[in-house]
């Protein structure tokens, strides 16, 4: 039992590439959601989705975009990116939003 | 506007002795409180909860209070082990119709447990 795996580890990527961050769980959690963890601000949710194809915004999500095609995979992507998004990144899952939320080990960006 | 705070960013402890970290919210929609803990280069694991109608909850050497007319809470631990020396996150959730759950950290707490 995996549980909530993220990749990639690391990723340093050029202002306006794009990227796709990968997020998968075995556990057939209904809910996942993305988290940025910047210095001294703590975690902010972009996304989350409350089962396969129902997507809604969190407090950060400009720059961002998530679909949910299955129940397993929630991805996060970065169409154009900016250094501002220079963060590491976490999903979660859980099996209804009410409950205690499971997280992946992260993924950390710079975008030069 | 922030609204879960820890005020406290680092909190050092004797081993053996108690460690409080505290936690204020404003928004008095939020209904359900957690704790998570993270060590460096993991992601956040989740430590204890309290739901709004209750005001502690305990969980072997943790303890977790609320005080609702104060919007306040606070995770005791006892006795404190070197192994809990790692970053301490609060968070609260507020149902927002729906499936719609909402959870809001605040910027958490370094806490260090000295042998």
């Known amino acids: 039992n995996a549980g909530v795996t993220q990749t990639p580890k690391f990723q340093v990527l050029k202002t306006g590439q794009s990227m796709t961050l990968q997020c998968a769980q075995d556990?057939?959690?209904?809910?996942m959601s993305w988290y940025r963890q910047d210095p001294g601000m703590g975690l902010r949710l972009i996304h989350y989705s409350v089962g396969a194809g129902i997507t809604d915004q969190g407090e950060v999500p400009n720059g961002y975009n998530v679909s949910r095609s299955t129940t397993e995979d929630f991805p996060l992507r970065l169409l154009s990116a900016a250094p501002s998004q220079t963060s590491v990144y976490f999903c979660?899952?859980?099996?209804?939003?009410?409950?205690?939320?499971?997280f992946g080990d992260g993924t950390r960006l710079s975008i030069l | 506007d922030q609204q879960v705070k820890q005020n406290s960013p680092s909190l050092s402890v004797q081993e053996g002795r108690i460690s409080i970290l505290n936690c204020d919210y404003t928004n008095s929609m939020f209904d359900y409180f957690l704790w998570y803990k993270k060590y460096p280069a993991e992601g956040p694991t989740f430590l204890i909860s309290?739901?709004?109608?209750?005001d502690k909850n305990e969980d072997g050497r943790f303890t977790v209070f609320l005080n609702k007319s104060a919007k306040h809470l606070s995770l005791h631990i006892v006795p404190s082990q070197p192994g809990d020396s790692a970053v301490y996150f609060c968070a609260a959730s507020a149902w927002s119709g729906g499936s719609n759950y909402k959870l809001t950290f605040g910027k958490g707490t370094l806490l260090t447990v000295n042998p």
């Open positions: 979660a899952s859980s099996w209804r939003g009410s409950q205690p939320q499971h």
């Open positions: 556990m057939n959690h209904e809910y």
């Open positions: 309290i739901s709004s109608i209750k």
